[in-house]
């Protein structure tokens, strides 16, 4: 929570811790989904830092996170893990971190969030059935090609600044669609043409079954 009393969502801690590792530590590695926004490698390239991304369950960050230059991990779910200590997540040694890091740095939390950079971020979960979603990464598999795209988790495409990624739920019938913008109508061109075409994948999906 800021001074102001702002509490700031999963999504905005984890850029915020990276804001205040990058700022304490010039050196090593922050680890994070590849759903995790891409403010991480703004903010931690500009202090001397690199990224690594992994899929999003807590067993392939922890393992990644065992490289001894990690100097984060981070969940999308608000788990932290700071490896120097331990590479598994740890709530009370993260608030304890967090102390710490302020104290280094000179930063209080409303200090460190100024210093991440501005962009629009969404995530919508969209209703597909467990039939349908070999279907639907097989067609963002298709959407991908001869694109600037990555398959380490769901299918995500890149487009200079702007991403857009989609990952089935292991768990749930749902979709994930995430994506980001260096601008509000950026981030919302990307967010409403993918939910249309992942709409007509599925309605087609459902077509073809039927008949």
């Not at 999963?10 to 700022?23: G, K, N, Y």
């Not at 931690?44 to 100097?71: C, F, H, I, P, Y």
């Not at 000179?106 to 950079?117: E, R, V, W, Y």
């Not at 467990?130 to 598999?141: A, N």
Request: net charge negative; with cysteine.
């Amino acid at each position: 929570v800021g001074a102001g009393g702002r509490i700031f969502s999963d999504h905005e801690t984890l850029s915020l811790l990276t804001a205040l590792v990058a700022t304490a530590d010039n050196s090593g590695a922050v680890v994070v989904p590849m759903a995790a926004t891409g403010v991480i490698e703004a903010l931690a390239g500009a202090n001397g830092m690199t990224v690594k991304r992994t899929r999003s369950d807590g067993r392939s960050l922890v393992e990644a996170g065992r490289d001894r230059q990690v100097r984060l991990i981070g969940s999308l779910d608000g788990r932290f893990g700071f490896p120097a200590f331990q590479s598994h997540f740890d709530g009370l040694f993260t608030i304890a971190k967090v102390m710490e890091l302020c104290s280094l740095t000179g930063l209080s939390l409303d200090d460190a969030f100024q210093k991440i950079p501005e962009r629009s971020y969404h995530h919508l979960e969209l209703a597909c059935s467990w039939e349908y979603k070999g279907g639907l990464m097989r067609r963002m598999s298709e959407e991908a090609v001869d694109k600037d795209a990555s398959f380490i988790d769901g299918v995500r495409i890149n487009d200079v600044q702007n991403w857009v990624l989609v990952l089935p739920d292991p768990y749930r019938p749902l979709a994930h669609l995430y994506c980001e913008g260096l601008n509000q109508t950026a981030a919302e061109q990307l967010r409403d043409s993918y939910h249309k075409k992942i709409t007509s994948w599925l309605d087609g999906m459902a077509g073809q079954s039927k008949g």
